[in-house]
């Protein structure tokens, strides 16, 4: 602790610092550190710690993507299916207005 209070911001020489960074281990202001899952990082150690992440999808992704998708499709196609199953079914004197002419008689 007390080498905290006589240390100064590795960026701004007029501010005290307030924090270390757990990764590169210099003293920073409150403006210069930035918490991230639970540890104080400055924004050089968070940039990099970010970056170095892999940004590829796994093969599993990929596969639950593609099952999506063919779900979705295939439940797409019942639905016009029996959209247009339904409209075949419907007699052909509903459209020539004859089914109305028999019915008020």
């Not at 020489?13 to 899952?37: D, I, K, N, P, S």
């Not at 540890?39 to 170095?52: E, G, H, M, T």
């Amino acid at each position: 602790m007390q080498q905290l209070l006589q240390q100064r911001c590795s960026r701004h020489q007029q501010r005290e610092a307030v924090a270390r960074c757990l990764e590169c281990g210099r003293f920073f202001c409150r403006e210069c550190v930035t918490e991230h899952q639970g540890r104080l990082l400055c924004s050089a150690c968070l940039s990099k710690q970010i970056d170095s992440k892999p940004r590829g999808r796994g093969s599993a992704a990929i596969v639950l993507r593609a099952a999506q998708f063919l779900s979705g499709a295939l439940t797409i196609w019942i639905f016009f299916y029996l959209i247009g199953h339904l409209l075949l079914s419907i007699p052909s004197d509903f459209h020539d207005g004859t089914i109305w002419k028999t019915g008020l008689r």
